[in-house]
Nanobody
Framework: QVQLVESGGGLVQPGGSLGLSCAAS????????MGWYRQAPGKQRELVAR???????NYAGSVKGRFIISRDTTENTVYLQMNSLKPEDTAVYYC?????????WGQGTQVTVSS
Protein backbone atom coordinates (compact mmCIF):
# COMPACT_ATOMS: atom_id res chain seq x y z
CA GLN A 1 0.00 0.00 0.00
CA VAL A 2 1.30 3.42 -1.00
CA GLN A 3 0.01 6.67 0.43
CA LEU A 4 0.49 10.04 -1.22
CA VAL A 5 -0.18 13.07 0.93
CA GLU A 6 -0.45 16.37 -0.90
CA SER A 7 -0.30 19.81 0.63
CA GLY A 8 -0.35 23.36 -0.61
CA GLY A 9 -2.66 24.88 -3.12
CA GLY A 10 -5.35 27.44 -2.47
CA LEU A 11 -6.39 30.79 -3.87
CA VAL A 12 -3.88 33.21 -5.35
CA GLN A 13 -4.08 36.34 -7.48
CA PRO A 14 -2.77 36.37 -11.04
CA GLY A 15 0.98 36.82 -11.05
CA GLY A 16 1.32 35.24 -7.63
CA SER A 17 3.09 32.10 -6.49
CA LEU A 18 2.11 28.87 -4.76
CA GLY A 19 3.93 25.73 -3.76
CA LEU A 20 2.70 22.16 -3.71
CA SER A 21 4.26 19.16 -2.03
CA CYS A 22 3.54 15.44 -2.13
CA ALA A 23 5.02 12.91 0.26
CA ALA A 24 4.97 9.23 -0.60
CA SER A 25 5.01 6.54 2.06
CA UNK A 26 4.30 2.84 2.43
CA UNK A 27 5.50 -0.05 0.29
CA UNK A 28 7.01 2.21 -2.32
CA UNK A 29 9.75 0.07 -3.71
CA UNK A 30 11.92 1.95 -6.15
CA UNK A 31 10.53 5.26 -7.45
CA UNK A 32 10.96 5.73 -11.19
CA UNK A 33 9.13 9.01 -11.67
CA MET A 34 7.35 11.65 -9.61
CA GLY A 35 5.17 14.27 -11.16
CA TRP A 36 2.19 16.56 -11.15
CA TYR A 37 -0.89 16.50 -13.34
CA ARG A 38 -3.84 18.86 -13.38
CA GLN A 39 -7.44 18.76 -14.45
CA ALA A 40 -9.54 21.82 -15.09
CA PRO A 41 -13.35 21.64 -15.23
CA GLY A 42 -14.50 20.11 -18.48
CA LYS A 43 -10.99 19.23 -19.56
CA GLN A 44 -8.84 16.11 -19.57
CA ARG A 45 -6.16 15.55 -17.00
CA GLU A 46 -2.81 16.75 -18.33
CA LEU A 47 0.82 16.44 -17.36
CA VAL A 48 2.23 19.56 -15.72
CA ALA A 49 5.73 18.41 -14.84
CA ARG A 50 7.61 15.28 -13.91
CA UNK A 51 11.03 14.31 -12.63
CA UNK A 52 12.53 10.93 -13.36
CA UNK A 53 14.84 8.85 -11.21
CA UNK A 54 17.96 10.22 -12.87
CA UNK A 55 16.89 13.77 -12.17
CA UNK A 56 15.72 14.72 -15.63
CA UNK A 57 12.60 16.85 -15.87
CA ASN A 58 9.78 17.43 -18.33
CA TYR A 59 7.36 20.35 -18.35
CA ALA A 60 4.21 21.14 -20.22
CA GLY A 61 4.83 23.94 -22.66
CA SER A 62 2.25 26.12 -20.93
CA VAL A 63 4.17 26.12 -17.63
CA LYS A 64 7.78 25.99 -18.81
CA GLY A 65 9.74 28.86 -17.35
CA ARG A 66 7.13 29.50 -14.65
CA PHE A 67 6.91 26.22 -12.71
CA ILE A 68 9.76 24.29 -11.11
CA ILE A 69 9.58 20.65 -10.07
CA SER A 70 12.00 19.26 -7.52
CA ARG A 71 12.27 16.34 -5.17
CA ASP A 72 13.77 15.15 -1.92
CA THR A 73 14.76 11.55 -2.51
CA THR A 74 15.47 10.92 1.17
CA GLU A 75 11.90 11.93 2.06
CA ASN A 76 10.24 10.54 -1.09
CA THR A 77 8.72 13.97 -1.59
CA VAL A 78 8.11 15.93 -4.77
CA TYR A 79 7.54 19.67 -4.93
CA LEU A 80 6.04 22.01 -7.47
CA GLN A 81 6.84 25.69 -7.22
CA MET A 82 4.39 27.67 -9.31
CA ASN A 83 5.26 31.25 -10.20
CA SER A 84 3.63 33.90 -12.36
CA LEU A 85 0.36 32.09 -12.03
CA LYS A 86 -2.37 32.73 -14.58
CA PRO A 87 -6.14 32.18 -14.38
CA GLU A 88 -5.74 29.31 -16.85
CA ASP A 89 -3.61 27.49 -14.27
CA THR A 90 -6.76 27.02 -12.21
CA ALA A 91 -7.32 23.29 -11.77
CA VAL A 92 -7.16 20.38 -9.38
CA TYR A 93 -3.52 19.32 -9.17
CA TYR A 94 -2.71 15.64 -8.66
CA CYS A 95 0.52 14.09 -7.52
CA UNK A 96 1.61 11.02 -9.45
CA UNK A 97 4.28 8.53 -8.47
CA UNK A 98 5.49 5.63 -10.59
CA UNK A 99 7.29 2.82 -8.80
CA UNK A 100 8.39 -0.70 -9.48
CA UNK A 101 5.08 -1.85 -8.02
CA UNK A 102 2.75 0.46 -9.90
CA UNK A 103 1.48 3.99 -10.45
CA UNK A 104 -0.20 5.95 -7.67
CA TRP A 105 -2.23 9.15 -7.48
CA GLY A 106 -2.75 11.69 -4.75
CA GLN A 107 -6.18 12.90 -3.73
CA GLY A 108 -5.80 16.20 -5.57
CA THR A 109 -5.52 19.74 -4.33
CA GLN A 110 -7.34 22.76 -5.72
CA VAL A 111 -5.40 25.68 -7.15
CA THR A 112 -7.45 28.74 -8.03
CA VAL A 113 -5.94 31.78 -9.71
CA SER A 114 -8.32 34.69 -9.57
CA SER A 115 -8.46 38.34 -8.67
Amino acid sequence: QVQLVESGGGLVQPGGSLGLSCAASGSIGSINVMGWYRQAPGKQRELVARIISGGGTNYAGSVKGRFIISRDTTENTVYLQMNSLKPEDTAVYYCNVGTTWGTYWGQGTQVTVSS
